[in-house]
């Protein structure tokens, strides 16, 4: 009976409309509202949606549709402004879930012969996030092997449950995402530093002080990549030598990705340059009461449900930032008091690849007989952030 109804539209339309003027069903609304070519109402009903909507794969639906809605009605607009900005909404929601959903692909490849196209079971209680658990830890040994390295073990667990929510399909929130980016080895994964920068850049979300806390945060992960005293020793290698090591920094990496990524086409290098912190202008951390207001209400697969973070998580995560301040007091001797930070921009400058309409020359003659180092990033709408999706 109900199929008949929807199949006409003329003749018991009124029917239909009382139904979703009475009971309150935003699931079917927005069908419904697309049935009658309401599509600027149907696309705010798909983004409510999306907006509250926990899994990633979901999310990228709702997404989707509610910005082709959101075109379909805008597509005979002239006003470049008026059709800009709500698909700028949608752009920044499913660049996200595209970074995610990246990361959740090379999450799991990172364990060698696991079957990425099975279903990781979970549940909000009980044994079956057992192998979640099982896996992320395997995961972050794989991947961070930086942190072990200096004990950062809070950063390690919290990193493990980011990305156990990742790999059970729990959709992150976009500081959830900055943490895994920066915290895990440099070039391990695909969605990088460049695209983290990109993510703050275009996160209407986030306020000023939080942009900014976000911005030092992942900096100052940037720069406690690298070993720097050893960096600094120039006496023991040829120049060439010397070159090659400061290219395989996170920082000479994370430079070279600002200035010919997808914000490249945006804005000039004076504009691009702003989001550019020195080891000194990266030492902010995030308050308790940040903190606090961050990780309320939220929480991670643990090995006998889904667990929230307690005070005591968040004491942890508040000690572990302050340490990587003191972390950031070397870097900061020897990458800016002794000219080394100077040294790699200069040497990333040189070769950086110049941008012109939309393509790639290279900037340094012996660069390229050295060899393009440089990735050719599809920079149209869609793959803006320069990581490869699948289809």
Same mark, same amino acid.
């Given at each position: 009976?109900a199929s ?39 696309s ?37 402004q =008026? ?45 079956? =996030? ?34 156990? =929510? ?19 080895? =440099? ?16 996160a ?7 942009r ?9 992960r ?25 290219r ?63 005070r ?14 003191s ?19 200069r ?45």
């Open positions: 009976m008949e109804i929807f199949k006409e539209p003329t003749q018991k339309q009124a029917i239909v409309d009382k139904f979703f003027s009475t009971y309150d069903y935003p699931q079917l609304a927005w069908l419904h509202m697309v049935g009658k070519g309401q599509f600027t109402a149907a705010s009903a798909l983004l409510s949606l999306a907006e509250t909507e926990a899994r990633l794969g979901d999310a990228k639906f709702l997404l989707s549709v509610g910005k082709l809605c959101e075109m379909v009605d805008l597509g005979d607009t002239e006003d470049d =008026n059709v800009d900005e709500p698909i700028a909404v949608y752009d920044e929601l499913l660049d996200l879930v595209d970074v995610q959903q990246k990361l959740r692909q090379d999450l799991l490849e990172a364990i060698e012969g696991f079957d990425i196209t099975r279903d990781v079971p979970v549940a909000d209680v009980g044994s079956a =996030n057992l192998e979640v658990v099982a896996k992320a830890s395997l995961i972050v040994e794989r991947i961070a092997s930086k942190l072990k390295a200096t004990e950062r073990k809070t950063s390690s667990m919290l990193l493990q449950k980011l990305v156990g =929510n990742l790999i059970g399909d729990k959709r992150l929130t976009i500081e959830d995402t900055l943490d895994i980016i920066g915290l895990k080895d =440099n070039n391990t994964l695909a969605a990088n530093y460049g695209v983290a920068l990109h993510l703050i850049y275009e209407k979300s986030l306020s000023d002080v939080k900014e806390l976000a911005v030092q945060t992942l900096w100052r940037i720069y406690l990549n690298d070993d720097w005293e050893s960096l600094s020793d120039t006496g023991s290698y040829s120049d060439a030598q010397v070159a090659e090591r400061l395989s920094t996170a920082l000479y990496t994370t430079l070279r990705d600002l200035y010919t990524g997808g914000l490249a086409t945006m804005m000039d290098e004076t504009t691009l340059s702003k989001l550019v912190r020195k080891p000194s202008e990266s030492a902010d951390t995030p308050s308790m009461e940040e903190l606090t207001g961050r990780f309320s209400n939220r929480g991670y697969y643990g090995e006998v449900g889904y667990e929230q973070y307690t005591d998580d968040l004491a942890l995560i508040k000690a572990e930032l302050d340490r990587e301040q972390l950031l007091e070397g870097c900061t001797r020897i990458l800016e008091e002794r000219g080394l930070w100077e040294e790699i921009s040497l990333e400058e040189s070769e950086r690849p110049v941008i012109a309409q939309g393509d790639y020359s290279m900037a340094s003659a012996s660069r390229a007989e050295s060899g393009d180092r440089s990735r050719q990033l599809l920079v149209e709408r869609g793959n803006s952030l320069g990581i490869e999706m699948e289809t």
